[in-house]
């Protein structure tokens, strides 16, 4: 609205004089001065440093981290929690993938506000300093836990770990409420994509994934039809679990968003991101083929 306001004040200021000069020279202070400069506006805040634009960006993508952190922290708890496996051994594969992945979340917005340098405004600095301090120490507590936790202390041990990330909330005021009253870091904010409400980061819904983002999974040959395995080479669709019999060895798989599980003969076996390879000990094998939160398309063979 300021850079508006200015355009409308020297657009009028043109037509004055104008006007008065096709008069005949009625404004005398017109007619005497025709050749000074105009008078110009100092820099408005509508105006910041592009350095400052992108610090109040760079703030608030780290502030929207910590925020999904909490949402996806709080959401696995009640997975772990509310599972009706009643084995446990499906909670404790949970508990196992939130405790190997969460650290090094953590871990990345610590390193991306210890990266971010200073904004040349005092209380957002101190602002950044504060939050820093917080995310790091949540980190480093985060990181001496060990990700190994035995069946019966699963959930106590997420528990503990969500609470750690329940607590990583922006110190007050945080930077919308600076921005109300700090001007200059107002236009900053204003200006900054991250900031805008409902802002997401690129890549958050298929990063991780094997199959592309927006794709669907590949279709698998035997579908969920996982009888087709008992000779040991099939290809299936697992979407959530499956008790798989493939060359005598009983598989049981879990697929969760982020993870792929196998259970067998009292050994667990897990693997995150794209892909991954599962020996069983008899010749037999289990390959990802692709895997996204609609489920996984495994492949079994013999060797």
């Known amino acids: 609205m300021g850079r508006s306001r200015g355009v409308a004040v020297v657009v009028a200021g043109l037509v004055l004089a104008v006007g008065g000069c096709g008069e005949g020279g009625t404004d005398e202070k017109v007619a005497k001065t025709p050749g ?10 509508s105006s910041p440093p592009a350095e400052l634009v992108e ?9 929207v981290a910590l925020e999904n952190l909490r949402k996806e922290s709080a959401a696995d708890l009640r997975e772990i929690r509310n599972s009706d496996d009643k084995t446990g051994m499906l909670a404790h594969a949970r508990a196992l993938s939130y405790l190997a992945t969460t650290p090094a979340d953590v871990e990345t917005v610590a390193g991306d506000l210890e990266a971010l340098g200073p904004s040349g405004v005092p209380a957002a600095d101190r602002l950044r300093d504060a939050l820093r301090k917080k995310v790091r120490g949540v980190a480093n507590e985060l990181e ?5 936790v ?13 609470k750690r990330v329940q607590s990583l909330t922006p110190p007050e005021p945080d930077l919308p409420a600076l921005a109300k009253k700090v001007p200059r870091l107002a236009a900053a904010y204003e200006q900054a994509e991250q900031c805008a409400p409902g802002w997401k980061p690129d890549g958050s819904s298929g990063e991780g994934d094997s199959a592309a983002p927006g794709r669907p999974l590949p279709k698998a040959a035997d579908g969920k039809n996982y ?3 008992s000779d040991g080479a099939c290809e299936v669709l697992v979407t959530s679990t499956a008790d798989i019999t493939a060359k005598g060895t009983k598989v049981h798989v879990i ?10 003969g009292g050994g667990v076996m ?4 794209g892909g991954g390879e599962a020996g069983f000990g008899n010749g037999l094998k289990a390959t990802v083929v692709a895997h996204d939160k609609d489920g996984a398309v495994l492949k079994f063979s013999r060797s």
Request: glycine share 8%; net charge negative; with cysteine.
């Open 227 to 229: 009888a087709a395995c």
């Open 255 to 264: 697929v969760a968003d982020d993870s792929i599980t196998f259970q067998s």
């Open 270 to 273: 897990q693997f995150g991101g």
């Open 55 to 63: 610090w109040a960006g760079d703030m608030c993508e780290s502030t």
């Open 36 to 45: 000074e400069p105009k008078p110009t506006r100092s820099p408005s805040s």
């Open 144 to 148: 001496a836990q060990s990700p190994a």
């Open 150 to 162: 035995g069946l019966e202390y699963a959930e106590s041990t997420v528990a503990d770990a969500d």
